[in-house]
């Protein structure tokens, strides 16, 4: 007598991951879509699902530093803008505008450039706003103390929004390690 029993294909045979859903090969020891170690011991399973809500976390928390660090710049950039603009339209001084439009639009470039690296960013903007002041200053030393208290205003927010960025970037940089250390273990 014949048998009809066949063996199923290995490929058919999945095991759903428990993070993802995912259907596995049940001889996986990582799932391939989420990383969970699906073929790990249940420490093992419980350290990822830790490390899932501390990454979290560290999002977060990047993303409301970011956030602040953002926001004070782009009230730098709004402020050149408009001193550009009464430069131009209410001095007559044009090159002014035309200067202090361009520091706007590096000040934006910058802004653009804080979500991948939010410390860099933001010391760079402090350092072109001081340069800036600065070279006004040697050149023109009555601009040094014109407007100063908002210098000053401009000043203390930036080294606040470096603050931020730096704690930002601490965040983003544990995350890094994190996905690193997971690759390595892979
Ligand atoms: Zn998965």
Redesign the pocket.
Same mark, same amino acid.
């Given at each position: 007598m014949e048998s009809t029993f066949t063996w199923p294909e290995s490929s058919t045979i999945t095991v759903k #991951?428990? /993070? +993802?859903? /995912?259907p596995?090969s049940p001889d996986l020891k990582f +799932?391939? /879509? #989420?990383?969970?170690p699906?073929g790990g011991a249940d420490e093992e399973k419980s350290q990822f699902r830790i490390r899932i809500i501390r990454n979290k976390q560290l999002i977060k928390v990047a993303k409301e530093k970011i956030q602040t660090a953002k926001i004070i710049m782009y009230v730098l950039a709004g402020l050149t803008f408009l001193m550009g603009v009464y430069q131009g339209f209410g001095q007559d001084d044009f090159s002014g505008l035309i200067i202090n439009c361009i520091l706007a639009l590096l000040y934006l470039i910058m802004i653009a450039w804080a979500d991948k690296n939010p410390f860099a960013a933001t010391l760079s903007v402090f350092i072109l706003y001081v340069t800036v002041n600065l070279a006004n200053a040697f050149f023109y030393p009555a601009t040094l103390f014109s407007g100063i208290i908002l210098k000053i205003i401009v000043i203390v927010g930036l080294i606040k929004g470096i603050k931020s960025a730096k704690e930002a970037q601490d965040s983003l940089n544990e995350l890094e390690k994190v996905k690193a250390a997971t690759n390595r273990d892979r």
């Open positions: #991951c428990e /993070n +993802c859903t /995912n596995n +799932c391939p /879509n #989420c990383s969970f699906v």
